[in-house]
T-cell receptor
Framework: GAVVSQHPSWVICKSGTSVKIECRSLDFQATTMFWYRQFPKQSLMLMAT?????????EQGVEKDKFLINHASLTLSTLTVTSAHPEDSSFYIC????????????FGPGTRLTVT | GQNIDQPTEMTATEGAIVQINCTYQTSGFNGLFWYQQHAGEAPTFLSY????GLEEKGRFSSFLSRSKGYSYLLLKELQMKDSASYLCAVRDRNRDDKIIFGKGTRLHILP
């Protein structure tokens, strides 16, 4: 199956700093990438949808100026958490799909963010 | 809007069969997914249903009834490694085909 990687797998940062998380599709071109956030024992909450070469669309309640998403190529999307706060600590998971080829979303392994 | 309901937790015995139900309400149904997620890991794809009926894949089967807004995931010959959360997710064509997840069902397998 298709492989999606995320980097870093875990990160600890101080309040007020920014953190960038990368999501890469390794063996296919991703027309669309999705960013999810998951708190402990809860389900995945869709944050935003990222299409290559266009602006991301954010779900209701997600601050676009705080969670900056860039999808510069068909294999890379980045999520930057700006001015991080402890409440931003969560598991961030990306997924990628190529609508022209498959209905399936392929998930990355996730990034554990801890803000101190 | 979209509403996806599934039980929060279930318990079953090793070697047995368990059925996890999912009901959904969506205006633009365009497929239903089941994912397995172990703690601290990303979800892994189990099944996809877009037409009514049963899809069987090894020990796992998934059923869909679009008229009832209902699906179930059936796990047979349960193994300890099946202890995980099972996520029901629906794709909505009225939301750019985004996949929206239910809260998940935590399945505990007892020896």
């Amino acid at each position: 199956g298709a492989v999606v990687s995320q980097h870093p797998s875990w990160v600890i940062c101080k309040s007020g700093t920014s953190v960038k998380i990368e999501c890469r599709s390794l063996d296919f071109q991703a027309t669309t990438m999705f960013w999810y956030r998951q708190f402990p024992k809860q389900s995945l909450m869709l944050m935003a949808t990222s299409n290559e070469g266009s602006k991301a669309t954010y779900e209701q309640g997600v601050e676009k100026d705080k969670f900056l998403i860039n999808h510069a190529s068909l294999t890379l999307s980045t999520l930057t958490v700006t001015s991080a706060h402890p409440e931003d600590s969560s598991f961030y998971i990306c997924s990628a799909t190529n609508h022209r080829e498959s209905y399936e979303q392929y998930f990355g392994p996730g990034t554990r963010l801890t803000v101190t | 809007g979209q509403n996806i309901d599934q039980p929060t937790e279930m318990t079953a015995t090793e070697g047995a069969i368990v059925q996890i139900n999912c009901t959904y309400q969506t205006s633009g149904f365009n497929g239903l997914f089941w994912y397995q997620q172990h703690a601290g890991e990303a979800p892994t794809f189990l099944s996809y249903n877009v037409l009514d009926g049963l899809e069987e894949k090894g020990r796992f089967s998934s059923f869909l009834s679009r008229s009832k807004g209902y699906s179930y995931l059936l796990l047979k010959e349960l193994q300890m490694k099946d202890s995980a959360s099972y996520l029901c997710a629906v794709r909505d064509r009225n939301r750019d085909d985004k996949i929206i997840f239910g809260k998940g069902t935590r399945l505990h397998i007892l020896p």
